[in-house]
């Protein structure tokens, strides 16, 4: 069988610059050399940490992580003018790799209202500004801002002039996120073909996404003959954002047979960094966005999670774990059906008959009509009370928490222990109410459970908001989930750790084997 070989195509990452210029998402200098290190953990191609002249602060950013960040090119962004150029120079000095990237618009619209200089005096701007790079730097990069609005032959005459000066990367960026992906492709073509000299450099593409056209457009530019795809984490960036790592990332590896293009970033730190960037930009991920949002990989339809627990295949495209993400996830709510219920059960190591299952699911139905999800720790209250069987090993009884402004949090938990009936009061103090309250469940767990991690999501808003807690922990180097809701974000996180203690203690019961470890 022959194996096609794959085009190897370059991931520039500009999160730390085009990423950051969305308002709202600026980033310390300290921020932007802790990304660094994840985006070269990830293995990005080229990274662009920041825009040297625009601050001090992203000077000092850009010059620290071209001294201490290894492995990956870095680039220096400027304007076709002298001083941004020295300060890119200045900046990238003690990179082992370096470029500098400059650029100038080359449409109509640009020249007239925004340069208002005539296309003879931009080109020569260009031609000039490119040579006078090369003087510092071997590699430069050139982009034509808003190449996808100009005309082809005023493309080509720009693109022909800096090739002429030494400039060997050529960015042609939809600047404005206009283009369609057919004509996009099309522009690469006939550059790459038109310009003389085009053979010779590597061409770049550079998305926005105002038409929701990133990536759809990158991927069409790889068709064009682009080698390197101009991307940031999470889509984040200008306006609406540029073309998203993640999501051009897993289209071509989900679809390089058909594409015939690969990347070499590491997919299983995607998603982490997706988290970390999240974080530092204070950018929320939306629940339905591509790959890393909450729902990729979770499901609440019954049709859907009966073809899961049969074969993954079935409504998955990408396997969740390759990407770091822990595994699919199966929602129990409205639309679940009785497969999802009965493997449930079973991962908590209780087995159901068709008597049972038709009383549970009548039970839960009822339920789940009324509120957004099911929570295990709710799941478990209804087998008990429709088929008796006791599939609780810990409850949380009285709970007490004191916040305010003294400087520790103080949590006093009573843990029952259903099968003996001994119950235990005990009292922790936390920064905040939720560690005061971790920690003093986990005295009153005679097990050696170890706690793993809470994630916490509001569900609605207003007087009807309530937060979903999961809470992961590890026993025997195994690890469990626990979810639950409630209207009181400390009790949502306490009930979800007593309900994970629950799923790990189960799963050595005396019934039958819950099955995977990890469970949904
Ligand atoms: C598509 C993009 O993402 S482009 C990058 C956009 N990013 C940013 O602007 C973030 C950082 N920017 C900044 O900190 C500031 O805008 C600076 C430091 C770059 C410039 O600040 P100032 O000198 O005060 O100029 P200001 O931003 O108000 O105006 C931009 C000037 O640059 C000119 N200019 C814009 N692009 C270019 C270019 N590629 N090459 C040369 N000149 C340019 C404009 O025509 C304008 O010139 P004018 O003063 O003669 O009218
Ligand atoms: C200047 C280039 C690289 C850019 O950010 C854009 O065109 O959006």
């Given at each position: 069988?022959?194996?096609?070989?794959?085009?190897?195509?370059?991931?520039?990452?500009?999160?730390?610059?085009?990423?950051?210029?969305?308002?709202?998402?600026?980033?310390?200098?300290?921020?932007?050399?802790i990304l660094a290190g994840k985006l070269a953990d990830l293995?990005?191609?080229?990274?662009?940490?920041?825009?040297?002249?625009?601050?001090?602060?992203?000077?000092?950013?850009?010059?620290?992580?071209?001294?201490?960040?290894?492995?990956?090119?870095?680039?220096?962004?400027?304007?076709?003018?002298?001083?941004?150029?020295?300060?890119?120079?200045?900046?990238?000095?003690?990179?082992?790799?370096?470029?500098?990237?400059?650029?100038?618009?080359?449409?109509?619209?640009?020249?007239?209202?925004?340069?208002?200089?005539?296309?003879?005096?931009?080109?020569?701007?260009?031609?000039?500004?490119?040579?006078?790079?090369?003087?510092?730097?071997?590699?430069?990069?050139?982009?034509?801002?808003?190449?996808?609005?100009?005309?082809?032959?005023?493309?080509?005459?720009?693109?022909?002039?800096?090739?002429?000066?030494?400039?060997?990367?050529?960015?042609?960026?939809?600047?404005?996120?206009?283009?369609?992906?057919?004509?996009?492709?099309?522009?690469?073509?006939?550059?790459?073909?038109?310009?003389?000299?085009?053979?010779?450099?590597?061409?770049?593409?550079?998305?926005?996404?105002?038409?929701?056209?990133?990536?759809?457009?990158?991927?069409?530019?790889?068709?064009?003959?682009?080698?390197?795809?101009?991307?940031?984490v999470?889509?984040?960036?200008?306006?609406?954002?540029?073309?998203?790592?993640?999501?051009?990332?897993?289209?071509?590896?989900?679809?390089?047979?058909?594409?015939?293009?690969?990347?070499?970033?590491?997919?299983?730190k995607?998603?982490d960094t997706?988290?970390m960037i999240?974080?530092a930009?204070?950018?929320?991920?939306?629940?339905?966005?591509?790959?890393?949002?909450?729902?990729?990989?979770?499901?609440?339809?019954?049709?859907?999670?009966?073809?899961?627990?049969?074969?993954?295949?079935?409504?998955?495209?990408?396997?969740?774990?390759?990407?770091?993400?822990?595994?699919?996830?199966?929602?129990?709510?409205?639309?679940?059906?009785?497969?999802?219920?009965?493997?449930?059960?079973?991962?908590?190591?209780?087995?159901?008959?068709?008597?049972?299952?038709?009383?549970?699911?009548?039970?839960?139905?009822?339920?789940?009509?009324?509120?957004?999800?099911?929570?295990?720790?709710?799941?478990?209250?209804?087998?008990?009370?429709?088929?008796?069987?006791?599939?609780?090993?810990?409850?949380?009884?009285?709970?007490?928490?004191?916040?305010?402004?003294?400087?520790?949090?103080?949590?006093?938990?009573?843990?029952?222990?259903?099968?003996?009936?001994?119950?235990?009061?005990?009292?922790?103090?936390?920064?905040?109410?939720?560690?005061?309250?971790?920690?003093?469940?986990?005295?009153?767990?005679?097990?050696?459970?170890?706690?793993?991690?809470?994630?916490?999501?509001?569900?609605?808003?207003?007087?009807?908001?309530?937060?979903?807690?999961?809470?992961?922990?590890?026993?025997?180097?195994?690890?469990?989930?626990?979810?639950?809701?409630?209207?009181?974000?400390?009790?949502?996180?306490?009930?979800?750790?007593?309900?994970?203690?629950?799923?790990?203690?189960?799963?050595?019961?005396?019934?039958?084997?819950?099955?995977?470890?990890?469970?949904?």
């Amino acid at each position: 069988m022959i194996i096609p070989v794959k085009k190897r195509i370059q991931i520039f990452d500009t999160t730390l610059r085009d990423g950051e210029q969305a308002p709202g998402a600026s980033l310390t200098p300290e921020q932007k050399i802790i990304l660094a290190g994840k985006l070269a953990d990830l293995r990005v191609d080229v990274m662009e940490p920041g825009f040297p002249v625009s601050s001090p602060g992203d000077f000092a950013a850009v010059e620290t992580i071209s001294r201490n960040i290894q492995g990956v090119e870095i680039c220096g962004f400027a304007r076709a003018v002298k001083g941004d150029i020295d300060a890119a120079v200045r900046a990238t000095r003690d990179a082992a790799r370096r470029r500098i990237h400059l650029f100038i618009s080359s449409s109509d619209i640009h020249l007239r209202h925004q340069l208002r200089m005539s296309r003879p005096e931009v080109v020569a701007v260009a031609r000039e500004m490119t040579a006078y790079a090369r003087q510092f730097c071997d590699v430069v990069e050139f982009t034509a801002m808003d190449a996808a609005r100009t005309g082809i032959d005023d493309l080509i005459e720009m693109v022909e002039a800096v090739i002429e000066e030494g400039a060997s990367i050529i960015n042609l960026p939809d600047t404005v996120g206009y283009a369609l992906p057919q004509e996009y492709g099309e522009m690469f073509r006939r550059v790459r073909l038109g310009a003389r000299g085009g053979d010779k450099v590597i061409y770049s593409a550079h998305c926005h996404n105002d038409l929701g056209l990133a990536v759809a457009n990158s991927l069409a530019a790889i068709e064009g003959g682009a080698t390197q795809i101009e991307v940031t984490v999470n889509g984040v960036g200008e306006r609406t954002g540029n073309c998203a790592l993640e999501e051009l990332v897993m289209a071509l590896e989900t679809r390089g047979d058909s594409i015939g293009a690969e990347t070499g970033i590491v997919l299983d730190k995607l998603y982490d960094t997706s988290r970390m960037i999240s974080g530092a930009m204070h950018f929320p991920i939306a629940f339905n966005k591509p790959v890393v949002g909450r729902n990729a990989f979770q499901h609440e339809s019954g049709i859907h999670q009966d073809g899961l627990l049969k074969d993954r295949s079935t409504y998955e495209i990408m396997d969740p774990e390759r990407l770091g993400i822990p595994r699919s996830m199966i929602i129990l709510g409205k639309h679940s059906g009785r497969h999802a219920l009965k493997d449930r059960a079973a991962k908590y190591g209780i087995a159901l008959d068709s008597a049972e299952l038709d009383a549970l699911y009548e039970s839960f139905k009822e339920t789940a009509d009324r509120q957004k999800a099911v929570s295990d720790d709710e799941l478990l209250r209804m087998v008990s009370s429709t088929t008796g069987q006791q599939a609780q090993i810990y409850a949380l009884g009285e709970v007490q928490v004191l916040a305010g402004s003294a400087p520790r949090r103080v949590a006093a938990v009573t843990v029952r222990h259903l099968q003996s009936g001994a119950e235990t009061t005990q009292t922790s103090t936390g920064d905040g109410p939720l560690e005061a309250i971790i920690a003093a469940i986990g005295q009153g767990i005679a097990e050696d459970i170890r706690f793993d991690g809470l994630e916490l999501h509001s569900l609605g808003s207003g007087g009807n908001a309530q937060a979903e807690a999961a809470v992961m922990v590890e026993w025997k180097d195994t690890k469990f989930r626990g979810t639950a809701i409630h209207h009181d974000i400390v009790m949502a996180a306490g009930i979800a750790y007593i309900a994970a203690c629950n799923a790990a203690l189960l799963s050595e019961s005396e019934m039958p084997s819950p099955g995977s470890a990890v469970n949904s």
